[in-house]
């Protein structure tokens, strides 16, 4: 017995159903074995005899062939899911061993804190991330009322915070140095920050303190930075 699709009924000339690869005609009489009758696209189970002829067709129940399709679907999600895992642990294996564990923990840490955590406070007003500083403009206040809007200096940002990931690949003794653009560029990007922020807010009354706090993102950015620079002197093994 096969699965089969019809994909024409019979009328005054014989029907045609598609099975195992092969076009095959067929009549209801003695082989049409239910009282509903065929319809096009129809999925059914097909008996051949000897001679590869169609000797009986039953029709599949549609329920039964949704969970059929179902489960097929299951099993190819299930086999496709274990071959990214696969993947990915090859990959990640490949990029612990070319960065190191430490390099590889502190770049990780490093994009939590730059997009996840937040780096500067304004309590009981609002808190951002390092991210969202980047993208606050400062001369015109009243513009970031709809949101940061990220420009140059955050696509610079995330250039610097991804060049740990590509020091390791880059076969120059000089690729260390890599490491050490997240720090320079938050030493760079912060004294921009704050001279801009101080100067917006420069003839605002703030009761001699500053508005700001700083939040576990901003100390784990600098820590990450610092530990991914101190990797950068480290000189290779076979320099």
């Known amino acids: 017995m096969a699965r089969g699709t019809i994909i024409k009924v019979p009328d005054a000339s014989p029907g045609l159903l598609f099975v195992n690869g092969e076009q095959k005609s067929f009549t ?6 239910c009282p509903t009758a065929p319809a096009p ?10 001679s590869n002829s169609v000797a009986a067709i039953m029709p599949v129940d549609n329920a039964q062939v949704r969970k059929e399709q179902l489960s097929h679907a299951g099993a190819v999600a299930q086999e496709q899911g274990k071959q990214a895992a696969k993947m990915a642990k090859k990959g990640f294996g490949t990029l612990v061993a070319r960065m190191g564990v430490v390099a590889l923990g502190a ?21 951002y991330t390092y991210w969202d ?11 970031n009322l709809g949101g940061p809007s990220h420009g140059f200096l955050a696509f610079l940002g995330v250039i610097c915070i991804t060049a ?21 560029f938050l030493i760079l990007a912060t004294a921009k920050i704050m001279y801009s922020a101080h100067d917006a807010l420069g003839g605002m009354p703030t009761g001699g303190e500053s508005p ?20 950068s002197l480290k000189k290779p093994v076979n320099a």
């Open 28 to 33: 209801l009489g003695g082989v049409w074995q």
């Open 107 to 127: 770049t990780v840490l490093l994009w939590i804190a730059f997009f996840g955590l937040t780096a500067v406070g304004m309590p009981p007003l609002a808190s």
């Open 212 to 231: 700001f706090s700083y939040g576990a993102g901003a100390y784990l950015l600098g820590i990450s930075a610092l530990v991914l620079a101190a990797l």
């Open 164 to 184: 740990p990931f590509v020091a390791p690949f880059w076969k120059d003794s000089k690729a260390r140095w890599l490491n050490a653009l997240p720090l320079v």
């Open 133 to 143: 500083v980047l993208g606050i403009d400062f001369s015109n206040l009243l513009s």
């Open 41 to 50: 696209n129809m999925i059914v189970e097909v008996t051949l005899d000897a």
